[in-house]
């Protein structure tokens, strides 16, 4: 979806835009998102094509389709509320499984200072 108007001006023609680079076979590349927008008073302005964004300068196109993007990792993993909320439940994963290690380390190693106990006092049996 590109602007149909640009500034209230209708937009008479829509066609991807060249990139200033060649490819090995000396065919043009075009930008697959960016559009260049023919108005109907003669002036060329350049689009996004995922929203109604336009621009003047044709460098301006590519830094703004960051933003959808960045919007379309927010809405695959939930927005950055749920990634914070995944991290901090992770976190207190990581805490717990921490003090679960700390409490069997504590039991092993009393557990071998029993076995040693009980090997003194029999007298080292195997």
Known sequence: MTATHVD???VIADEPTRSAFNSR????????????????DGRTVYGCL???YTSPN???IRPHL???RDLKQRQSVGGADDTLSRMVRKLAEAEEIADDRDRWK?????AEKQLRTLRRALGNIS
């Not at 076979?25 to 109907?40: C, F, H, I, M, S």
């Not at 504590?106 to 009393?110: G, L, W, Y």
Request: proline share 3%; with cysteine; glycine share 6%.
């Open 66 to 68: 960051n933003r959808h």
């Open 106 to 110: 504590a039991r092993a190693v009393a």
């Open 8 to 10: 209230g001006v209708e």
């Open 58 to 60: 044709v460098h301006s």
């Open 25 to 40: 076979d000396g065919e043009p590349v075009y930008w697959k998102q960016n559009r260049t927008l023919l108005l109907a």
């Open 50 to 52: 995922h929203c109604d």
